[in-house]
């Protein structure tokens, strides 16, 4: 499988200005081949093919005063520019034909100076390489100091050098990992995702919401007012900017940290892990949307899934019209309501439960019943 390794780099001085030189000649490469195609578009042309779009954006671009400066950077990095405006396109087609699942995807736009987040791409054509003393050398930038968390499991096949809102740079490598199946576990557990609890297990575990945003909402809105007293375009404007951005990056570091922990214990002591298919983009449309933002829930699943699949493990969604709140877990006795005020219940049965905790024991029996045999039906077939 294909992952992701991301470290933090330390350019130099020099080195910053080579990066941002670079951002920029891959911005406007971006821009120039976009408006290219607009243009055709707009006058009847068929769609300019790959090759001539490059040689006419970045070839011939060069040899033009206005442009000559596209030679000082890596023509990797403006190739890959081009890749993803072909990406973007190709994405549309594909959303507006309906060959893409999920929500419609817009057509490509132009990217601006004043994005908070620039990033490059060089891929082995670049040569870049790590050198014997741990750095990152990349082409007409130089010698970049990494600091290395842990060792690469592969040679990667490309390298993405990213500059954050707050200022941080990043080198995140894609690497080819093999499966690394760690032993048998007997248990399998079923999780109910929410707000007051951000997670509930079906053996009755609670794991607290951490809420990093609600508790950091002091010092941001303290450095949002001191942003809005700035005059705009001023340095102290900049620097309350820069300010407000390494509130948020510490907000979302916390957040991830917490999500690959918890995910990484929950992988290792369960053979087999069941969630909710959630619609937080619906959810985030809510009045509850900052605090299920603030939760976290599709990133926090989209670790569980990619762990499972490495450490070989079983991961499966439950479907979300499932009624995992309203049926007794005991007897399969389905409520007619249940409010979102009610957090324990008593079935007729006689059963007393535990809002969450039921739920979370249905999400496992639904995703047992679900899974596949080794005949390709499912565990437990219906009558």
Not at 130 to 158: H, Q
Not at 255 to 284: F, M, P, W
Not at 296 to 320: C, I, P
């Amino acid at each position: 499988m294909r992952l992701r390794y991301n470290f933090r780099l330390y350019p130099a001085p020099g080195q910053q200005q080579a990066l941002a030189r670079a951002f920029g000649c891959a911005r406007v490469v971006f821009n120039d081949a976009l408006r290219v195609r607009e243009d055709a578009h707009a006058a009847g042309l068929p769609y300019l093919p790959d090759a001539e779009l490059s040689k006419l954006v970045i070839t011939q671009a060069k040899k033009t005063g206005g442009r000559a400066w596209l030679g000082e950077v890596s023509a990797v990095v403006l190739q890959q520019a081009l890749a993803d405006l072909n990406t973007a396109y190709r994405n549309w087609f594909a959303s507006v034909s309906g060959k893409r699942k999920g929500r419609r995807v817009a057509p490509p736009r132009f990217r601006s100076r004043k994005d908070r987040r620039q990033a490059i791409r060089f891929t082995r054509n670049a040569r870049f390489t790590i050198t014997p003393g741990g750095k990152l050398r990349l082409p007409k930038i130089g010698d970049v100091r990494v600091r290395w968390s842990r060792p690469l499991p592969s040679e990667p096949s490309s390298v993405t050098v990213i500059k954050d809102a707050a200022g941080r740079y990043f080198a995140s490598f894609v690497v080819e990992t093999t499966s690394e199946p760690l032993p048998q576990a007997a248990a399998e557990v079923g999780i109910d995702l929410g707000l007051t609890h951000f997670a509930v297990t079906s053996d009755g575990r609670k794991i607290t919401s951490p809420r990093f945003l609600r508790r950091a909402e002091r010092r941001l809105r303290k450095a949002q007012q001191a942003l809005s007293r700035k005059a705009k375009g001023s340095a102290n404007r900049r620097k309350a900017a820069a300010k407000v951005a390494r509130l948020h990056a510490r907000v979302a570091d916390a957040r991830r940290d917490h999500h690959h922990k918890l995910s990484t214990r929950l992988i290792r002591d369960n053979q087999a892990v069941y969630v909710e298919d959630l619609c937080v983009s619906g959810l985030g449309r809510t009045r509850l949307a900052k605090s299920v933002h603030d939760a976290g829930w599709s990133q926090f699943v989209a670790m569980l899934e990619y762990k499972a699949e490495r450490y070989g493990r079983t991961f499966a969604k439950v479907d979300r019209w499932f009624p995992s709140s309203k049926l007794c877990s005991a007897c399969g006795t389905v409520a007619e309501s249940m409010p979102l005020n009610i957090r324990a219940w008593a079935c007729p049965c006689g059963t007393v439960h535990d809002r969450d905790v039921n739920a979370a024991k249905n999400i496992l029996a639904a995703g047992r019943a679900d899974r596949q045999n080794a005949c390709g039906g499912t565990v437990s077939p219906s009558a």
